[in-house]
């Protein structure tokens, strides 16, 4: 089957990498791609947030599937334009992803389900929002609604913070995104990501890791779109993915369906873990970026057949087959990242690595020219590796990182502390 894969980070190389070794795959067409995901799949440049443009696309190529990799274009009806195409699609409605889009309509869902999450209350005027900051006293977090790439989320952990996170918010620093405000209960505990595939009815748990976020070792300095992950994360025991997907994944799933809005494609739930206890963070309507990178590590090509089941609705049938082991990425960005950085270095080295089952350098922000690797983005190569244990998957990351030679990139040297 033709296949086009929507997204250029990361996250798509390494589906790319995956679908690309499935022997269902035949054309593979990455759009826009980046510098890594030329080398196994052609790349193409139209918009992606234009459905009537993707199905143009797929017309033209004779795209048999496509699977949909960010929010953005997913959050734009690009799946629904697909679909309605009459074309196989990975990935969620426009209204079903709403579960990232609001975080508003997310906290509705848990509600109606009981899934259990953070206290909250929404307002759409500064005035309301900052008299029940008073009220509510600190620690509180401070969330714009919309889409803000994953900066819209204020830590109000003094008073003074969360009054400022409600000015930030109303005063237009996320655009539209910010004109409703959710202001929630801090939750303590230890975070974790679940990925679960669902056609809409039945779900299946594929994978758990742990991200990075914040920009330096030891968890310090400013959130990032994460630095590094690794998976399995042990902190989301056997236990505790059940109790999660029985009070929270299949409630919402449910709910979901009974709104007329059933969600098809793989259900990132954020979780925090406390005494034993998972509750929701978050949903994202996509995979994890890095989290995706060790997820596709530890899948390889049935990742293909386990898309395609979600897509045709019978994923009642799927199974997925596990291989014993950890998979853990480091992210090298731009130096400079999360806040401005410099572009256009040269990244030197890459030629000689390994490009194996165990052992894959993912492209992130890359661009090539004049048979050079150049760093065109903030974060930039997603170097991944698996082991028979985390420690053995982060030593073979960090060799391959020492390998490449790039003045202008960094990254952190703790990636997995949290399990190791
Ligand atoms: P979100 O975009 O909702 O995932 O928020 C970004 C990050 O903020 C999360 O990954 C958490 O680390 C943190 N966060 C969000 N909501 C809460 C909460 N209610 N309590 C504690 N931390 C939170
Ligand atoms: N790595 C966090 C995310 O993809 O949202």
Not at 19 to 24: D, G, I, L, S
Not at 31 to 59: H, T, Y
Request: charged share 20%; hydrophobic share 45%.
């Amino acid at each position: 089957m033709n296949i086009l894969i929507l997204g250029g980070g990361g996250r798509e190389h390494a589906l790319a990498w995956a679908v690309k070794q499935n022997p269902k795959c035949d054309r593979l067409i990455v759009a826009p791609g980046n510098a890594g995901i030329a080398g196994i799949a052609e790349c193409a440049d139209f918009d992606i947030l234009d459905g009537a443009a993707v199905v143009e696309f797929c017309g033209e190529n004779a795209i048999d599937f496509v699977i949909v990799g960010p929010e953005a274009p997913l959050a734009a009806g690009v799946a629904d334009a697909t679909r309605d195409a009459g074309i196989l699609t990975f990935g969620p409605s426009a209204k079903a992803a709403r579960l990232e889009a609001s975080k508003g309509f997310t906290k509705e869902i848990c509600d109606a389900c009981a899934a259990p999450t953070a206290a909250y209350a929404r307002f759409d005027t500064a005035e309301a929002a900052r008299a029940y900051v008073q009220a509510q006293g600190a620690p509180l977090v401070i969330k714009a609604d919309g889409l803000a790439a994953g900066k819209g989320v204020i830590m109000g952990m003094t008073l003074e913070e969360a009054l400022a996170g409600v000015e930030t918010v109303f005063g237009g620093a996320f655009g539209s995104a910010g004109a409703e405000v959710v202001i929630e209960e801090f939750m303590e505990g230890e975070e974790a990501s679940f990925f679960i595939l669902t056609d809409g009815t039945n779900a299946l748990p594929i994978g758990t890791a742990q991200d990075h976020k914040r920009v330096g070792d030891g968890d310090t300095g400013p959130n990032t779109g994460g630095m590094g992950a690794y998976s399995p994360a042990p902190v989301l025991t056997q236990a505790i993915q059940d109790q999660a997907m029985a009070e929270i994944v299949l409630p919402t799933i449910a709910e979901m369906a009974r709104r007329g809005m059933p969600y098809q494609g793989v259900l990132y739930a954020g979780l925090m873990i406390k005494d034993g206890r998972a509750r929701l963070v978050e949903y994202n309507c996509r995979f994890g970026d890095p989290e995706c990178q060790v997820l596709m590590m530890r899948l390889g090509a049935q990742a293909l057949d386990l898309m395609l089941a979600c897509a045709e609705g019978r994923l009642s049938e799927a199974r997925v087959n596990w291989a014993e082991d950890h998979a853990l990425t480091v992210v090298m960005a731009s130096l400079g990242y999360p806040e401005t950085y410099v572009k256009g270095t040269q990244i030197r080295g890459l030629e000689g690595l390994p490009e194996t089952s165990r052992e894959m350098v993912f492209h992130a922000g890359t661009k090539a020219a004049e048979g050079r690797i150049l760093a065109v983005g903030g974060r930039v190569l997603n170097v991944t590796a698996r082991g028979e244990s985390l420690a053995e998957a982060r030593d073979r990351a960090y060799a391959l990182v020492d390998a490449i030679d790039w003045p202008e990139g960094f990254c952190r040297r703790d990636i997995g502390w949290r399990a190791l």
